[in-house]
């Protein structure tokens, strides 16, 4: 805030001179870390992740992993448990090929407990960290991940007083793995400890970067604020959701970039289209009518809609063009015309719509397996992806487009839309408050299942999650066709996703609301999180 007063109050510090601040900051560091020894590397390395300010040195990064995971230095035995599972944790994020043996040398933890509970607190911190990148199948993992939880949870109410404290608080309630670097950046500031030259440039460089992205998300805001009013669909549409600012929070908080701009502001348009869609599908039209409509998307045709009603035109319309602008800007830039492959994305999603509309107006419970397949569509998640695919413009290859043009192929798409519909159906199919025809997995799960309980169906769902997540940490950290920056994204997803669902009593999104405060002290806030029912 005080970054923007100066430079729109003041015409003796232009904006460049800030920029030019920020990049003698930047070289200021990498000249620091040139004489860092490879251990406090790996610190600086994961102080950077935390504080969002990787993508300046992603050259840098590459180079020193790949030197480390050559070196193999994380099989050296007398390498203490910090060392070991930060070491893990940053190599396998970047993909390489890393297993748990690495953890053999402290497979008796337990019996060590006592002793770690003085002499390696941030040790067990790390630990934790490490465990949330498990695969499939590495049960000792998550075994050591429950343990070092367990003993950091005993530790923590008799040691508030110990500067470790508030490092095992945030990791308890925040593991970076899980967690969204936009809105856990500046927490980790705030605890983030060190004396040597590049621990302080690098604290002077985030706080910098902290007014750099502050402004450049308000600058997004007024574009998507704008975009949305000259749209004018709530006017001709008084049933769908008035939320522009909370559908920006997405690819605001999962395209980090700083550079990507165009991109997170291309995006929240088909996301908006999303929440319009599912509105029409979900309170306001008739099955007749959204039986027309869907046909109408597959044919794709602005000529063949006189069956639709006045209110579908519209909507159809809005789509129809949006989708083809975004088609036109992916070719313009990286050429390659992506509208069969988005096409393609929004009939697909009509028809998982349509079929929810079915099943539920007619009284129909599907068994939790076939609603599940289908819900993985319907979540929205799909046609977000793959129109981000072909906005972003990396690694397109036919290959890649395969795998986005087929939903039913497991994959990063699959894994992240089953999470985000598990949540949704965990919490929010109560809390939303939503006035339209919709079911949920755990219905469909205990009516499938005679004399389960909701308990019972509940801890199947987070089991379920938590399967998931483990099949796309191995697909975003194996050798897969996407870019770093989709695989980042889809995972980012993923991470907003409890966020995004964690409605109060009163409909609305407390933790939400509590990180864009944190953001944009305040701004904005009013309009852009009421739930559904207050906006109507």
Known sequence: MAFLQAHTASPNRPIVDFHVHHAQKLKELKDALANVGEDELLIAVDAMQHLGLDHHFREEIEAFLQKQYHARAYDDCNHQLL????????????????????????????????????????????????????????????????????????????NLDDHRAPLVSHSLKHPYHKSLTRFMAKNFLDYFQGTEKW???????????????????????????????????????????????KWYTWPMACLTDPSLSEERVELTKSISLVYIIDDIFDVHGTLDELVLFTAAVERWDLDETDELPDYMKIS?????????????????????????????????????????????????????????????ISTGVPAVLTHAFFILGQGITQQAIDIVDNINTPGIISSTATILRLWDDFGSAKDENQNGYDGSYIQCYVNEHEGCSDEDARACVIHKIS?????????????????????????NVARMVPMMYDYNTQHRLPSLEENMKSLLFDSFLAQGFQSPGQTK
């Open 83 to 158: 060392e070991v599972s930060l070491r893990f944790r940053l190599l396998r994020q970047q993909g390489y090929h890393v297993t748990t043996d690495v953890f053999n040398k402290f497979k008796n933890i337990e019996d060590l407990t006592s002793g770690l509970l003085d002499k390696d607190i941030e040790g067990l911190v790390g630990l934790y960290e490490a465990s949330h990148l498990s695969f499939q199948g590495e049960d000792a993992l998550d075994e050591a991940g429950k343990l070092s939880h367990q003993i950091l949870t005993a530790w923590l109410p008799n």
């Open 199 to 245: 621990a302080r440039v690098l604290q002077e460089l985030a706080k910098l970067e902290f007014n750099l992205v502050e402004s450049i998300i308000r600058n997004e805001i007024l574009q998507i604020s704008k975009w949305w009013k000259e749209l004018g669909l709530t006017k001709e549409l008084n049933f769908v959701r008035d939320q522009p600012i």
């Open 316 to 376: 159809f319309k809005a789509l129809y063009d949006i989708t083809n602008e975004t088609s036109d800007r992916a070719y313009k830039r990286h050429g390659w015309n992506p509208i069969e492959s988005l096409k393609k994305s929004w009939a697909i999603l009509c028809k998982a719509f349509l079929l929810e509309a079915q099943w539920f107006r007619c009284g129909h419970l599907p068994n939790a397996e076939d609603y599940l397949k289908n819900g993985v």
């Open 467 to 491: 399967d998931e997540w483990k099949r796309l940490n191995q697909e975003c950290f194996s050798s897969n066709p996407f870019s770093e920056s989709f695989t980042k994204l889809a995972l």
